[in-house]
């Protein structure tokens, strides 16, 4: 019920926040989210460091996920120590004292009709 | 052309099914789907924990993977130990007695037109 | 400039060709593609094996891939020994004697606007 | 804060750059992009080389990572040693001489709505 899967650093190349939304907020606000699973017994204590194109790395940011519990991150939500610009390039890395999953969504409603797009991170 | 593929274990930090559809059902109707592909000679018997992100895992639910099958499932149809809620983040661990592969689809209908995206499960 | 990378087999559980399509043929035809990726200097001699939900495989079906070249090759544009329905559930199992490297597409355009799904394939 | 992840050696099997656009340009031209991170401490030089279905791979496209630094390079963007055609497909490997990691994403707006796709490349 509970097996440990999964790897403790983690990278997200692509990170974009679309500038712009079409349809009701939360749900249909365009939005980038890393999904982190932490199927074992013990609290996984999360850094993220955010990269740029054209400056020094910031964060880390840190988030707790609790054991057996799935943590959405909205990165449009971080905001320690300083929320992440709209509309900019940027790319992730992840780190984790215990194993976790992380997989990485982008729902852009820049449009009338969103866009949907996935993929797992780069685990190591 | 019975090759031995996959792993036992995966993991999709991803999973929300969307609360509402356009289209006509069931082939439009937002799902979210693992497609379990068991390549080899023997049945996979498949347990499934679904994580939340504040309470306890629910399962294991139980399907099997006939020898040369695959099972395309939509975690909406998913009944017993109880039904998946609609509108919330969970995330998910495939176990299985054989080696099987996995990949997550979501079909997102709530707008007029549909949106996909995919990515292969962390496999280990 | 001619780098070996790659695995030798490849499974792609999730495939679906839909039934339907809108806008002009052939680029705008629902489809399916499995991407090759032959970068070294031998042929690849690829097999095909489609999984079903109901029925036992079928194939191989046969491509080859010439050294320094890649195909997308579109699961709807095979024709022996069977062509593969429109509208049903497989998976597929790709086995090449050099490595190669393969990735999975769809475009959906069962409506107005058309869908996109891509992951890479899992190798082993 | 800037841990050494990733692999030297990538493959992205799937590319095509389509022909059409629709909406505000640059942001909404439609565009493949390699989303390629590095996370270390010293510069990624990165050959990219371009395969075709039809004739000889093209490159190497050069480009430079600066430590701490991501780049979202568009494909649309190389120019030598020559233009990358639209309309046509095409495959790449890139190789850097430090470890980086690289995601590749589609951004498909020949109709009136986008379409996404996003994945990992295959690392080595």
Same mark, same amino acid.
């Given at each position: 019920?509970?097996?440990?899967?999964?790897?403790?650093?983690?990278?997200? @190349?692509?990170?974009?926040?679309?500038?712009?939304?079409?349809?009701?907020?939360?749900?249909?606000? #365009?939005?980038?989210?890393?999904?982190?699973?932490?199927?074992?017994?013990?609290?996984?204590?999360?850094?993220?460091?955010?990269?740029?194109?054209?400056?020094?790395?910031?964060?880390?940011?840190?988030?707790? %996920?609790?054991?057996?519990?799935?943590?959405?991150?909205?990165?449009?939500?971080?905001?320690? @120590?300083? @929320?992440?610009?709209?509309?900019?390039?940027?790319? #992730? %890395?992840?780190? #984790?004292?215990?194993?976790?999953? %992380?997989?990485?969504?982008?729902?852009?409603?820049?449009?009338?009709?969103?866009?949907?797009?996935?993929?797992?991170?780069?685990?190591?």
């Amino acid at each position: 019920m509970t097996p440990v899967i999964g790897r403790t650093r983690w990278a997200i @190349p692509e990170g974009y926040i679309p500038p712009d939304s079409h349809g009701p907020a939360p749900a249909m606000t #365009s939005h980038e989210t890393a999904c982190l699973l932490n199927a074992g017994n013990e609290s996984a204590n999360v850094l993220i460091t955010i990269f740029f194109s054209d400056r020094e790395p910031c964060g880390p940011y840190r988030v707790t %996920v609790a054991p057996r519990r799935t943590l959405h991150l909205r990165f449009n939500d971080l905001r320690e @120590p300083e @929320p992440i610009p709209h509309g900019v390039d940027y790319a #992730s %890395v992840i780190e #984790s004292d215990v194993p976790i999953v %992380v997989q990485h969504t982008r729902l852009d409603s820049r449009q009338a009709e969103e866009a949907l797009l996935s993929t797992l991170a780069y685990g190591q």
